[in-house]
């Protein structure tokens, strides 16, 4: 049963315009929200996160909102770059977890095209 | 300062036979997850080791074993491989009681079972 959904495996942008990565989660025990980003033949790296007692993050380009009725959060980009081409995994930390035991998503595969 | 590195980088084994995978913690860190990516797939947490013990585990089964030696790299064993196995092994690196995003991943190794 998977706790954290990644609805959509693919997404596709033009350059300049806005990216938004969509992720559901089913426990509302989760108390901390991670993004990270994956280049083929690289590990994940770290991108953006979100307590639970917030509803927005923002890191230059990047913006993670929280919507914890909903159990919904999304990572906007904008605006995108072709860089920014790449596996992104949203990712879960229980409440009194430890801080490495993070439960992720299947990723969306963004593209963005110049 | 260097990175989290793993080594073999590709291996291909046959079904029955044994693994062991190597991680290099990033310098200064002194705890180490394992993760498995399933093709298609987010990394699913396997156990995490810190100061030589294994330290929280996920839904593996026991023929899934580590170390941690005392300059804190890394090994993960599997026995018994089953063709389920394939999948890119990732390690990450971090300090005890730090913050989930200050956990460094390695780049995997992709482990092939025939």
């Known amino acids: 049963d998977q706790q954290v959904k990644q609805n959509s495996p693919s997404l596709s942008v033009q350059e300049g315009r806005i990216s938004i990565l969509n992720c559901d989660y089913t426990?509302?025990?989760?108390?901390?929200f991670l993004w990270y980003k994956k280049y083929p033949a690289e590990g994940p790296t770290f991108l953006i996160s979100i307590s639970s007692i917030k509803d927005k993050n923002e890191d230059g380009r990047f913006t993670v909102f929280l919507n914890k009725s909903a159990k919904h959060l999304s990572l906007h980009i904008v605006p995108s770059q072709p860089g920014d081409s790449a596996v992104y995994f949203c990712a879960v930390r229980p409440a009194g977890g430890s801080n490495y035991k993070l439960t992720f998503g299947k990723g969306t595969l963004l593209t963005v095209n110049p | 300062e260097t990175g989290v590195t793993q080594s073999p980088t590709h291996l291909i084994k046959t079904r029955g036979q044994q693994v062991t995978l190597r991680c290099s913690s990033q310098s200064g860190h002194n705890t180490v997850s394992w993760y498995q990516q399933a093709l298609g797939q987010g990394p699913q947490f396997i156990f995490q080791y810190y100061r030589e013990e294994e330290n929280g585990r996920g839904n593996f089964p026991p023929r899934f074993s580590g170390l941690q030696f005392p300059n804190y790299s890394s090994e993960l064993n599997v026995n018994a491989l089953e063709l389920d196995d394939s999948a890119l092994y990732l390690c990450?690196?971090?300090?005890?009681?730090?913050?989930?995003?200050?956990?460094?991943f390695g780049p995997g190794t992709r482990l092939t079972v025939l």
């Open positions: 426990n509302s025990m989760f108390d901390y």
């Open positions: 990450a690196s971090s300090l005890a009681n730090g913050r989930a995003d200050t956990q460094y």
